[in-house]
């Protein structure tokens, strides 16, 4: 059913009213069921039927700047992420 531009109007007057829609038909004497079927047509006929785009995202998490390595003999390294882990594997031996 196409919308009237009577009920257009009244529609658009409510939504900026800030009265609930029983207090703004009180108001102009309208009936609420009537309204409210024709606001249900009001925003079918303001529907977009496009579907929403979909987005490419890469999430990578962040990097830490720095590791920290306790062993069992109470040492703490603190140590950039940039470091070796070859020397780092090495340096742990020693620490063992």
Same mark, same amino acid.
């Given at each position: 059913? &196409?919308?009237? %531009?009577?009920?257009? !109007?009244? $529609?658009?007057?409510?939504?900026?009213?800030?009265?609930?829609?029983?207090?703004?038909?009180?108001?102009?004497?309208? #009936?609420?069921?009537?309204?409210?079927?024709?606001?249900? !047509?009001?925003?079918?006929?303001?529907?977009? !039927? +496009?579907? @929403? &785009?979909? $987005?490419?995202?890469?999430?990578? @998490?962040?990097? %830490? !700047?720095?590791? $920290?390595?306790? #062993? &069992?003999?109470?040492?703490?390294?603190?140590?950039?992420? +940039?470091?070796? &882990?070859?020397?780092?594997?090495?340096?742990?031996?020693?620490?063992?």
């Amino acid at each position: 059913m &196409a919308l009237l %531009p009577h009920w257009i !109007d009244h $529609i658009e007057r409510w939504q900026s009213s800030g009265l609930s829609q029983t207090g703004y038909c009180r108001q102009h004497g309208l #009936n609420t069921h009537t309204f409210a079927a024709w606001l249900s !047509d009001y925003r079918r006929s303001r529907r977009v !039927d +496009t579907p @929403p &785009a979909l $987005i490419p995202v890469q999430l990578q @998490p962040p990097l %830490p !700047d720095y590791l $920290i390595l306790h #062993n &069992a003999k109470g040492h703490r390294l603190e140590l950039p992420t +940039t470091v070796s &882990a070859v020397w780092l594997a090495e340096l742990w031996r020693c620490l063992d």
